[in-house]
């Protein structure tokens, strides 16, 4: 039965990362949001929504449906570069406000954006721009706005990444059109440290963002939707500026108040939902005051029908982590990732991931392998088979597991070998293997996992070795658990249990 009201909460919620930035991204036909998709897989149930937290640091590109080509009436903007008299050396028409040359940018003195912009609601709004030097924004042939914007020297590279914005607060009226342009001249950019050149290298985002008079009234008016609804499901996520490409991340926090707001929330709505929408891991402080935490990455044009299919049940979330989510920053084993003299060592060695953390001891939020369905599993025995010679597999290991919960569902079996007494250096353990099984409530199947004869081989300097002696199998569903275990003896063949 479909709740009756929602609140859906969170700027992702509308605006959402579907992908990562640089030369991940792609500028897809049209984006489905969150709040869109919930909204079509739910027509009875009465959605409020709320901001709640600005996530985005500098300017959004515009929305595609929003804007509109000067000349030709379809969606997108001009785009000229000009000479220094003013006569244009390259036209084009881009769909989509948030450019980026990568040594291709045209030799030209200037460059310039025209757009006739309608917004969809009334009221304050910021327009402005993004990119290093100095531009001039126009709304209808008056300059609103004119600054130059810096950048330490030895940050150029990743502020052309990601670089600064500027923005100007304009009261605009739902539906009417206005004329935005953009000039940007290209002269006085600075040069990497080392001294190469930046020729034809350029972001350059035109965009807006939303005007914020309070941060607390934004997550005020989140918890009083929160607390009259049903359901709450906040979105929360990372920005441009936490991952993209030519820069590091300075720590793991979600970027602006999203984790005051998620507090909030779920301080006045025990049913709450947090989805999040981060391409790496983030800290996550309030994951036990929540219903739930559904991490669905960057989801893609399709997001907010996908969420709403797994959020409905309509589907089975299924996936299981690759990577290792810690409680808190400090216990993140390897955090020292700053090359010296321009070297990066990897003193960690073979301990890297899931197995550092294995090693350190420190238990993170959710480890290496971790991931919750809508069903229960048992695990119920492990047999371990030697198949005839020939086979491209050493050992096959049969899992028997049980679907004790009520409805179908998709379970991942993971495979770790360990050998605390060795002769070599090894991690605490290391996958080795895993197989995924469906099944239907009450109903017991087997997976099937295949191990190749690299899973218990080590590098001894020139080639690649296999100890003899007994080996640990732990069957787990992830990093850290062991569900079952048995011994698999190596003596120059390799011998199950």
Known sequence: MAPARVAVIGQSAIRPRTQGGGSATVVPASTVSPLDGLRSALPGTVFTFATGAIVHDGVLPFALADIRHPDSREPGVRLRFLAEDGTVLLEEVRRATDLMWLGNAPVAAGLELVTDYTPAVSGPVELGWAVIGRTTLEVD???????????????????????????????????RTYRLRWSHPLTGIPSMPDGSDLAGVLGFTAGWRPWVESADALIDEARDAARDADVAIVVVGTNEKVESEGFDRSDLRLPGRQDDLVRAVTAVNPRTVVVVSSGAPVLMPWRQDAAAVLL???????????????????????GRLP??????QHDVPVLDVTPRDGVLRYDEGLHVGYRAWLRAGTEPAYPFGYGLGYTTWSYDEVRTVVPDDGAVAVLRVDVDVTNT???????????????????????????????????????????????????????????????????????GRDAWSDELVAPVVVEGTIRGA
């Open 323 to 328: 990577t290792t989510w810690p409680a808190h």
């Open 141 to 175: 042939g008056a300059v609103v706005h004119d600054a130059t914007l810096a950048v330490d020297a030895a940050d150029v590279g990743a502020a052309l990444m990601a670089p600064p914005s500027a923005a100007v607060r304009l009261d605009l009226e739902a539906g």
């Open 405 to 475: 919960g009520s409805r179908a569902g998709r379970e991942v079996v993971q495979v770790y070998l360990a050998r605390p007494e060795s002769s070599v250096e090894r991690p605490v353990r290391w996958l080795a293997g895993h197989a995924q099984v469906s099944a239907g409530p009450g109903e017991t199947v087997t997976a099937t996992i295949e191990l190749r004869a690299r899973a218990f081989e080590h590098w001894d300097g020139s080639g690649w070795a296999t100890e003899p002696g007994t080996f640990t199998l732990v069957v």
């Open 296 to 318: 669905t990455w960057f989801g893609g044009q399709e997001y907010g029908n996908a969420l709403a299919d797994v959020l409905t049940g309509a589907v089975e979330p299924g």
